[in-house]
């Protein structure tokens, strides 16, 4: 059974803090990677996608993938009580997208 | 260019009835993943289309069945409802042509499904 392992939170952090959301998965060949954001009552919103081993950033945003380790991550900087919502990892499996069951961020003003 | 549409937005239903979703993908994209999101198991996939063929599957039993016709539109549908099968039905758009690489997905609004 192919899973995606998030923090399911709440994450707490204050304005302007770096928010640090982690995630791993259990398929080896899995090589593709995402991040949604999910208001409460919204669809998910892909804010980032990672294939590579590294950092990738996107303004406030720095995906990290460490194949070896399994290990993906999410880092938001200079957090904003808008950025507040769940946060779900995605990996891409054999053709299938599994997704975690997302880690709530709550970001105080 | 206009995103992902899914009708209807909500629906109740008896159990035993059946229900038939729809989802209009991104204007170009081929590809139409079905998903369904309850509070305790969040998202999980239920199949996924591309050019009218069934291409990967999850592990929702036999009543859940979905096409995709030559347009990319696609349906889903679900037969002799349950009432665990309430749950927020989501719909994702993507070009699908990214071979062993998952293309980015973009989500519907979804539909609310109520099974009373």
């Known amino acids: 059974q192919k899973e995606v392992e998030q923090n399911s939170g709440p994450l707490s952090v204050p304005e302007g803090a770096i928010a640090s959301l982690n995630c791993t998965y259990s398929?080896?060949?899995?090589?593709?990677f995402f991040w949604y954001r999910q208001y409460s009552g919204k669809s998910p919103e892909l804010i980032m996608f990672?294939?590579?081993?590294g950092d990738k950033e996107d303004g406030r945003f720095t995906a990290q993938l460490n194949k070896a380790s399994q290990y993906v991550s999410l880092l938001i900087r200079d957090s904003q009580p808008s950025d507040s919502a769940t946060y779900l990892c995605?990996?891409?499996?054999?053709?299938?997208?599994?997704f975690g069951k997302g880690t709530k961020l709550s970001v105080k003003p | 260019k206009a995103g992902v549409t899914q009708t209807p937005r909500y629906l109740i239903k008896t159990r035993g009835q059946q229900v038939t979703l729809s989802c209009s993908p991104i204007?170009?994209?081929?590809?139409v993943s079905w998903y369904q999101q309850t509070p305790g198991q969040g998202l999980q996939f239920l199949f996924e289309?591309?050019?009218?063929?069934?291409?990967n599957k999850g592990n929702f039993p036999g009543r859940f069945s979905g096409r995709q016709f030559s347009n990319s539109r696609s349906e889903m549908n679900v037969s002799t409802l349950e009432l665990g099968d309430s749950a927020l039905y989501l719909c994702?758009?993507?070009?699908?042509?990214?071979?062993?690489?998952?293309?980015?997905?973009?989500f519907g609004q979804g539909t609310r499904l109520t099974v009373v």
């Open positions: 994702a758009s993507s070009p699908g042509t990214g071979g062993h690489l998952n293309t980015e997905a973009f």
């Open positions: 398929d080896r060949g899995s090589q593709s």
């Open positions: 990672i294939y590579s081993n």
């Open positions: 995605a990996v891409g499996s054999q053709g299938n997208l599994i």
């Open positions: 204007s170009g994209h081929r590809s």
């Open positions: 289309y591309f050019s009218e063929t069934q291409r």
